[in-house]
Structure formats: C-alpha cells, structure tokens
C-alpha cells in the first residue's frame, strides 16, 4: 500500500487541525492504519492506531485527537483539536497488514511521506 499524509499546518494553541491519509489500492480496509510523529531532536512516538481490533492512543492526546476512517475513500483521519505547542512535530501515517496492539515504529512497513504540524503558543 502507498500511503500520502496531508491537512498539516501552523494553527495557534487551542485551536483544531485534521490530518489525512490517503492510501492506494482495492485492500485498504484490511490494513491496520496508525499515525506517528516526530518533533526536531525526539524518537519518532506513537500516536494512535485502527484496525479490525479496535482502536486505541497515546496518554498524550487521549481526549484530543480522534483517529478515524473511511474504507470507501481509501482515507484514515486524525482529529486534532485543543492543540498544545508540545504537539509541533511531522505527523506520518503508517499500515500494516495485520491488526492488533502495535504502538512501535517498527510494526509498520509502510509509510507515508510526513505532514508538518506547527502549534504556536
């Protein structure tokens, strides 16, 4: 599966972005889709997950950000909202085949290119 995040941005403190990720092919309601990120100097961490088995998120957004998908679009989801400085980092959305708790970068096999979201305060 090819994988392209977009919907990244500068948005002040408090205020609310969606990301998206768009995917290729006929089996994309198969896959187990997840979103990361990365900020300037840090590990690349987790941020939320959905699959066949259900959905779940990183203590860090749990409240604020939503993760969701349309099969019929080939289209995953990140709902942003009350958006803090500390969450300025590239956003990557990830798949892998099957489903389960997979919550490391090295689970997934597929990757999309990076969208930037900048949070000022």
């Known amino acids: 599966v090819q994988l392209q995040a977009s919907g990244g941005g500068l948005v002040q403190a408090g205020g609310s972005l969606r990301l998206s990720c768009a995917g290729s092919g006929r089996t994309f309601s198969n896959y187990h889709m997840a979103w990361f990120r990365q900020a300037p100097g840090k590990e690349r961490e987790f941020v939320a997950a959905n699959g066949r088995t259900g959905e779940y998120d990183a203590d860090s957004v749990k409240g604020r950000f939503t993760i969701s998908r349309d099969n019929a679009k080939n289209t995953m989801y990140l709902q942003m909202n009350n958006l803090k400085p500390e969450d300025t980092a590239v956003y990557y959305c990830?798949?892998?085949?099957?489903?389960?708790?997979?919550?490391?970068?090295?689970?997934?096999?597929?990757w999309g290119q990076g969208t930037q979201v900048t949070v000022s305060s």
């Open positions: 990830a798949a892998r085949s099957s489903s389960g708790y997979y919550t490391r970068s090295s689970d997934y096999p597929y």
